[in-house]
């Protein structure tokens, strides 16, 4: 069975400084990797997604992930965050099939200073 | 453009009240999901459907049954409640063919059990 691991459960970064969040995976095959981003009392929105391909995926509001298979990582990065990025940040993985849904991390607090 | 619409959007109960979250998506998705979101855990797949009148278990199963009558509505029923079902219930859904297609996740229906 696949598993998601996000070692961070806060992170705290200044507004403007640079972003980086962390997801390893375990699954046997080619995993399907996601993140996803949410806001207190919302759903979940899709930040970006891997599949296949160029391993460096760019995504929505200015974030990109890489893919690195030799160490089951898919960190998000962010160049230089802005106060509306303090959210839930969730990365989650899939079979391609997909059929028994999505496995996700626990998540990780992202917290931005003034 | 209403997506998936989760009803109702908080509700408390007594334990072993029953009760029905309801799910419905207006994007004739066939695959649709319930997933609960606890504090540091991350979501857990509760129920799947594939289509209408097809449904498997999930991650976290126990107390909860669901069916899928029709394509639209795939409503989660708690038959009677225990204080270890609080938690923020989350209704998903995407097209057929794998977790290349796109999920949307309702907003969620937060449930207390008292």
């Known amino acids: 069975a696949q598993s998601v691991t996000q070692p961070d459960i806060h992170i705290t970064v200044s507004e403007g400084a640079s972003l980086e969040l962390r997801c390893n995976y375990s699954?046997?095959?080619?995993?399907?990797l996601f993140w996803y981003v949410q806001s207190p009392g919302q759903g979940l929105q899709l930040l970006l997604k891997y599949f296949s391909g160029d391993t460096l995926v760019q995504g929505i509001k200015g974030f990109e992930a890489e893919f690195k298979r030799s160490q089951s990582s898919f960190n998000l990065r962010k160049p230089s965050v802005h106060w509306s990025d303090a959210a839930e940040y969730f990365c989650?993985?899939?079979?391609?099939?997909?059929?028994?849904?999505?496995?996700f991390g626990k998540g990780t607090h992202l917290i931005i200073q003034p | 453009n209403a997506g998936v619409t989760q009803t109702p959007k908080f509700q408390v109960l007594k334990t072993g009240q029953s009760m029905t979250l309801q799910c419905a998506q207006d994007?004739?998705?066939?695959?649709m999901s319930w997933y609960r979101q606890d504090p540091g855990m991350g979501l857990r797949l509760i129920h799947y459907s594939v289509g209408a009148g097809i449904t498997d278990q999930g991650e976290v199963p126990n107390g909860y049954n669901v069916s899928r009558s029709t394509t639209e509505d795939f409503p989660l029923r708690l038959l009677s409640a225990a204080p270890s079902q609080t938690s923020v219930y989350f209704c998903a859904s995407r097209r057929q063919g794998g977790n290349n297609q796109p999920q949307h996740f309702g907003d969620g229906t937060r449930l207390s059990i008292l």
């Open positions: 994007m004739n998705h066939e695959y």
């Open positions: 699954y046997g095959a080619t995993p399907y």
């Open positions: 989650a993985v899939g079979t391609g099939g997909g059929a028994d849904g999505l496995t």
